[in-house]
C-alpha cells in the first residue's frame, strides 16, 4: 500500500502520454526528420518544468519519502561523455521509434513488442553497471 500513489501517478502518466500521443511512433519519427514541432514541444515543456521542479526541491529541501532530504550532486563537465551517452541513447530512441519514458505504456495499451526493448534497456543497464569501473569517465 505504501507505494500505491506512485502506481497510480503512473497510470496517470501513462494516459497522459497516450493522449498526447508521446507513445506514437509516427510522432517520433517526425521528430527525428524535423518534420513536426510536437515532440520538442513536448520535451521542450519538460525540460522548463524539470528546471522549475528542482529549484523548488532545492529551494524548499523536499524530502523524499523516506524522510530524507533530496539532495543533488554536482555533474560532471566532461563534453565527450555526455555526447557519446547522448549519442548511443538517440540511436536507441530513433532506431526503436519509442521514447524511453513510455515504453510501459506501450506495453500498457497493447504494443506487446515494446517488451523487447524494455529487456534490453535493461540488460543494457546491467552490463554498463559490469563495465562502469573500465570505462572511462
Known amino acids: 500500500m505504501k507505494y500505491l500513489k506512485f502506481l497510480l501517478i503512473?497510470?496517470?502518466?501513462?494516459?497522459?502520454?497516450?493522449?498526447?500521443e508521446i507513445i506514437s511512433?509516427?510522432?517520433i519519427y517526425?521528430?527525428?526528420?524535423?518534420?513536426?514541432f510536437h515532440?520538442?514541444?513536448?520535451?521542450?515543456?519538460a525540460v522548463v518544468l524539470s528546471?522549475?521542479?528542482?529549484?523548488l526541491i532545492k529551494r524548499f529541501k523536499v524530502k523524499n519519502i523516506e524522510g530524507q532530504v533530496i539532495e543533488f550532486a554536482p555533474k560532471d563537465k566532461g563534453f565527450a561523455r555526455y555526447m557519446?551517452?547522448?549519442?548511443?541513447?538517440g540511436m536507441g530512441w530513433a532506431f526503436t521509434g519509442a521514447c524511453p519514458g513510455p515504453l510501459y505504456t506501450l506495453v500498457g495499451v497493447g504494443a506487446y513488442m515494446a517488451v523487447v526493448i524494455i529487456f534490453f534497456a535493461v540488460v543494457g543497464t546491467y552490463l554498463y553497471g559490469v563495465f562502469?569501473?573500465?570505462l572511462p569517465h
Open 51 to 55: 528546471l522549475i521542479a528542482n529549484q
Open 25 to 27: 511512433w509516427f510522432r
Open 39 to 45: 515532440m520538442y514541444g513536448v520535451i521542450g515543456s
Open 30 to 36: 517526425e521528430m527525428f526528420r524535423f518534420e513536426s
Open 84 to 89: 557519446i551517452g547522448g549519442t548511443i541513447f
Open 132 to 134: 562502469k569501473d573500465k
Open 10 to 20: 503512473g497510470v496517470v502518466f501513462g494516459i497522459m502520454f497516450t493522449k498526447a
